[in-house]
């Protein structure tokens, strides 16, 4: 079985930064695509960034410049280095991996709040 662990959530002032980072272990041949969600009290969740296995990346428009994806495929682990925060970033942020053969795995998530 997979597990996703997550950590670097946190506390932080409007303008600070906070890195989170989400490993994969168990049996894990293969990973197709990482991404980073989250989800405000009340708000949908959405998709923050994504990398696939070739490298690309996408950001929601309202991370753009701020926050940037990693991920090294040895150690099936991602990251999310979020500058310039703003109060708005505040939810829970959640990891997704897919996997070559099209399984899907959630990490726990962690709380990010932002004050202003």
């Known amino acids: 079985q997979v597990q996703l662990v997550e950590s670097g959530g946190g506390l932080v002032q409007s303008g600070g930064s906070l890195r989170l980072s989400c490993s994969a272990s168990?049996?894990?041949?293969?990973?197709?695509?990482m991404g980073w969600y989250r989800q405000a009290p009340g708000k949908p969740r959405e998709r923050v960034a994504r990398i696939i296995s070739g490298g690309s990346t996408t950001y929601a428009d309202s991370v753009k410049g701020r926050f940037t994806i990693t991920r090294d495929n040895a150690e099936n682990t991602v990251f999310l280095q979020m500058n310039s925060l703003k109060p708005e970033d505040t939810a829970v942020y959640y990891c997704?991996?897919?996997?070559?053969?099209?399984?899907?795995?959630w990490g726990q998530g962690t709380q990010v709040t932002v004050s202003s």
């Open positions: 997704r991996v897919t996997t070559s053969d099209g399984h899907l795995y």
């Open positions: 168990g049996s894990i041949l293969s990973i197709a695509t």
